[in-house]
């Protein structure tokens, strides 16, 4: 996936690394992408290895220690790679996964004080997100390209029906229901 973003965004045009990154953030993309720094400058170490991309402009920098910083630009072996990436992309299926999924069964056991409060912590973290996404969409939808549309308006249903689910979960935990432990066979 990660590589899938490095060349979309450069078919768009030439950028550093941190410009990549910094574009991903100023889009919003980093709350649906999880994308970490050094996933990104591997990323964008195998794509140039393997052709995908190459070296656009160097930018010297004088009379300091930090080094030179490369634009990259996508060749067109790399257009290639990213049709065939985005083809994959699309052809995936998925499960929603979400974090608190994996401690679900096991809550009977833990403190209950101390999952109610990380119950709200997810909420207000959803309800933050939703309130951002809104605000995106408002503000950029009718500038945006299709598919950017899209993206938004999928995560905003998607913490929606987060925001419902984190709801009866709180109530469950409210009413000690979601600490019954049911006798395993």
């Known amino acids: 996936m990660v590589k899938l973003l490095v060349l979309g965004?450069?078919?768009?045009?030439?950028?550093h690394p941190y410009d990549i990154r910094q574009t991903i953030i100023g889009r919003n993309w980093h709350l649906?992408?999880?994308?970490?720094?050094?996933s990104l400058y591997y990323a964008v170490d195998q794509l140039r290895e393997r052709g995908f991309i190459e070296a656009?402009?160097?930018i010297r920098n004088s009379g300091d220690s930090r080094p030179d910083k490369t634009v990259y630009r996508i060749t067109e072996e790399g257009r290639a790679a990213f049709l065939e990436l985005l083809d994959k992309q699309m052809s995936q299926t998925a499960f929603p996964q979400h974090p608190i999924?994996?401690?679900?069964?096991?809550l009977a056991r833990g403190d209950r004080d101390q999952t109610r409060i990380h119950l709200k912590k997810q909420y207000e973290a959803c309800v933050a997100r939703l309130e951002m996404l809104k605000g995106v969409s408002a503000k950029k939808e009718?500038?945006?390209?299709g598919g950017a549309v899209q993206l938004i308006r999928g995560m905003l249903k998607f913490s929606l029906a987060?925001?419902?689910?984190?709801?009866?979960?709180?109530?469950?935990?409210?009413?000690?229901?979601?600490?019954?432990?049911?006798?395993?066979?």
């Open 162 to 185: 987060e925001k419902e689910w984190l709801e009866e979960v709180m109530h469950n935990a409210e009413s000690g229901q979601l600490f019954d432990p049911k006798p395993s066979g």
């Open 9 to 15: 965004l450069l078919m768009e045009k030439d950028r």
């Open 32 to 38: 649906t992408f999880k994308v970490q720094d050094g």
């Open 56 to 58: 656009a402009e160097i």
């Open 101 to 106: 999924f994996a401690a679900l069964p096991f």
């Open 142 to 145: 009718g500038a945006l390209p």
